[in-house]
């Protein structure tokens, strides 16, 4: 408002000040102001001209109180005759009213106050901001003295240059998003104390006003509206028109979002959302590592609506998005199970949909996720099934439900060995893995024993050809002292061999070596030599403790996998697997050009567990589950037992087989002297491979003996340079067979007579052959 228009203001308040009749009888004046620009300017001109102002705020017995409309009549009614009052924050109040209590109130004023007779001429001035239109056609039609007297006052001009959008809301907090925040009806009353720092929109909070918003009237100076939640003030103030709808169990999360966007108002919606959660690119991020790495539930809130309204935006697979859409909650428990579960409650059945899944499932394994929450449902589920194809896309090697099931469908023939390799590499280390080791010669019934014992564990069956094998190597106390003196201790191999240091894996024998090397090769680290090596009798700690080169022990494998609970099959085997990878991955770390001696003391064996055999000894002394027990006089040797004496000068008793010297125990032991209890590995790996190392890339393999009969069906090769991992012959069927060096040549036995192209494979070389029989023409040569 210009000064020019103010001095209109004043000069029609003094014209209507001498005017005399009914303008000298009535009191009231209404005073239309189009904004606040001037208002405390026009007060002050009345204070100094005699008029007593009254703001309505004051009389307020509660910031958040209220006037209703008699109330306001008997304040004004009650002013002294004698002096003229100036009224601030009617036009406030009065909004609020409903039609009829405001009509009456107007009558009222207008009929009801006179003022005394005589030469009195006091007036009372009702400021009002807007509601023009509405007071003078309620004087007009229901007061009908305007002829007379015209309590209206305004200078012609009551059109604001701007209009002032305001917004009530029962949303609160709100107190960042504009320069004035309305909270209470004290704070409404005295918004004409702001002046020109008014800035639209307003925005009241007020619960009061909330409550009487219904009745309010909008006018030339205030657009009113309700906005009912934080969505609509994102939209209506804040110009951000997010796609999804508003739901009051979500009200916290736009609540943030709100806050988010006043604090970004450059940005689009989408912009937003990416900052927030701090993508940088949509179309290339792991949705997955954004809602595990997350748990504000705020941010997972915000993953889900952009999976459910900018899909197109992102590069996520249907899967994924299905299991997003799905959720209830932001909880990692149910996201994680709903991986794992979304495929069984669809009836998508394609290759890619189950392609996507273990995409999925892969992902969330990497953060070290607890799956046991959902354990128990997903192994109902897979026990269900009998569709072994349908089982094959469904099965991964993440839940231990899913590696039960996958080593029992091994077991039945189910399933073969490239597709274990597939489905489940760990264990395929276990059963097919190799370890080229240094010192094989003359010693390889070991691996074909291990071989044995291992398909007797894996089929949870005490089998003829193990029981024949235990015969064979400790059918006696003379065929056990045949290979036992034939191999070293460790101390014996070590001092020929330069390390750095040396890191001690207790309990973890021989059957575990192929499983030990495919974590080591599978963290990038390098296998620079492996060895055979044996347990001093029996096969315990105690007796087996380096004398030097002062080891870092890890004894979690036997304290907790061959100690820590009973044996069941085929729970036993995963948890081992699982922990030897563990171990592997989180506690074996080599620092640059070293080189460490990974070693062990003993194994273990479940043999006992297998044959389930009845008790026959019983030694009371006996120790380690009945493995071996301090001799007693009188105690001689026979085809279940030996008497040793140690290299510690101790004699012992020392079971040859599976018979224990007391009670069967249930869990898995050691202390005796099979060779899965006695015979450790020994690996010297570093970080990389040396200069002389990393050379070599191509081997030299020359066909020797390609020609096999009914009788002869060994096939030997020679390798230049000597290769540092196991070479692998595959014949046509894929079967593989390793090949095992004898007297610089390497070799191995095919199990079927007949002509066949083969491949020779030593990491990613590859060579082809052709297997010949004596039966072809021109085999002579």
């Known amino acids: 408002m210009s000064q020019e228009v103010f001095g209109k203001y004043v000069s029609v308040l003094q014209e209507d000040k001498e005017k005399e009749g009914s303008y000298k009888r009535y009191p009231v004046r209404f005073i239309f102001l189009p904004d606040t620009q001037f208002y405390e300017k026009l007060i002050s001109h009345l204070a100094n001209n005699g008029s007593e102002v009254v703001e309505l705020s004051s009389l307020l017995k509660r910031d958040d109180g209220w006037i209703d409309y008699s109330m306001l009549f008997d304040i004004i009614k009650s002013f002294d005759k004698n002096k003229d009052y100036t009224v601030v924050g009617f036009s406030e109040v009065v909004r609020f009213y409903k039609k009829s209590e405001l009509e009456t109130l107007i009558v009222s004023l207008l009929s009801d106050l006179e003022n005394l007779g005589g030469g009195s001429n006091r007036r009372i001035y009702i400021l009002c901001l807007g509601l ?42 709100l107190n960042e998003l504009t320069k004035v925040q309305i909270k209470t009806v004290r704070e409404w009353l005295n918004i004409w104390t702001k002046g020109n720092q008014i800035s639209s929109p307003l925005i009241c909070t007020s619960r009061t006003l909330n409550y009487w918003y219904s009745n309010a009237k909008p006018d030339n100076v205030f657009l009113i509206q309700k906005l009912d939640n934080e969505k609509e003030i994102l939209k209506k103030i804040l110009n951000f028109d997010f796609p999804f709808s ?413 018979i224990s010297l007391k009670n069967r125990s249930p869990y898995e032991v050691h202390g005796g002297a099979t060779p899965e209890e006695v015979i450790i590995p020994i690996f010297l790996v570093s970080k990389r491979k040396s200069k002389d190392e990393v050379k070599i890339k191509n081997y030299e393999i020359e066909a020797i003996n390609c020609k096999i009969t009914g009788l002869n069906r060994k096939v030997s090769f020679k390798i230049t340079p000597t290769p540092h991992m196991k070479p692998v012959l595959i014949d046509e069927t894929q079967k593989e067979y390793q090949l095992n060096e004898t007297n610089g040549l390497w070799e191995t036995e095919l199990t079927k007579v007949k002509k066949q192209n083969v491949t020779i494979v030593i990491g990613t070389q590859k060579k082809n052959f052709v297997i010949k029989t004596s039966f072809e023409e021109g085999d002579l040569f």
């Not at 249907?318 to 428990?333: C, P, Q, R, S």
């Open 132 to 173: 023009y239109d509405l007071i003078y056609k309620i004087s007009n039609e229901k007061h009908n003295r305007l002829k007379v007297y015209n309590p209206v006052i305004f200078p012609g001009v009551l059109q604001s240059e701007t209009n002032i959008n305001l917004y009530f809301t029962e949303v609160e907090n």
């Open 246 to 658: 508003y739901k009051a169990d979500e009200r916290k999360f736009w609540s943030n979002l709100l806050v988010d966007a006043y604090e970004n108002p450059e940005k689009s919606p989408i912009e937003l959302i990416s900052s927030i959660l701090n993508i940088h690119n949509l179309a290339n991020v792991s949705l997955t590592d954004v809602w595990l790495l997350n748990n504000d539930t705020y941010k997972r809130w915000l993953i889900k609506l952009l999976v459910e309204h900018y899909s197109n935006l992102l590069g996520i697979d249907d899967y994924h998005k299905t299991v997003i859409e799905k959720l209830k909650t932001f909880e990692n428990e149910e996201y994680i199970r709903m991986a794992w579960m979304t495929i069984f409650g669809t009836e998508q059945d394609s290759d890619d949909w189950f392609r996507q899944r273990k995409k999925l499932l892969m992902q969330i394994n990497s953060h070290n996720i607890n799956h046991l929450i959902f354990e128990d449902e997903l192994n109902l589920i897979l026990n269900g099934i009998n569709d072994i194809e349908l089982l094959k896309k469904l099965l991964t090697d993440i839940t231990s439900a899913e590696k039960k099931k996958i080593i029992k469908l091994f077991a039945e023939s189910f399933i073969n060995e490239s597709e274990v390799k597939e489905l489940y590499p760990s264990f395929y280390s276990y059963i097919k893995g190799t370890v080229n080791y240094d010192n094989i010669n003359n010693v390889q019934w070991i691996m074909s024993y291990i071989s044995k014992y291992k398909n007797a564990k894996i089929h949870n069956d005490f089998t003829d050809e193990l029981k024949d094998a235990i015969n064979r190597c400790n059918g006696n106390s003379e065929k056990f002292y045949k290979w036992y003196f034939r191999l070293q201790y460790v101390n014996e191999i070590l001092k020929n061999e330069h390390y750095d240091r040396i890191i001690f894996l207790d309990g973890v024998g021989i059957e575990w070596a192929e499983v030990v090397a495919n974590a080591i090769n599978n963290k990038k680290y390098f296998i620079k030599r492996a060895f055979i090596a044996k347990s001093e009798l029996p096969s315990i700690t105690e007796c087996n403790k380096l004398d030097d080169g002062n080891p870092q022990p890890i004894q979690n494998f036997d304290k907790e996998v061959i100690h820590g609970s009973y044996y069941l099959w085929p729970d036993k085997l995963i948890e081992a697997i699982d922990f030897i990878n563990k171990i592997i991955n989180n506690q074996i770390f080599l620092k640059e050009n070293e080189t460490v001696a990974i070693i062990s003391d003993h194994g273990s064996t479940c043999t006992h567990c297998l044959a389930k055999d009845t008790k026959i000894y019983n030694y009371e002394k006996a120790e380690h589950g009945g493995r071996c027990m301090v001799w007693d006089q009188g105690i001689v040797e026979n085809e279940d037992y030996l008497v040793y004496n140690n290299k510690n000068q101790e004699k012992w008793v020392v079971p040859l087989n599976h």
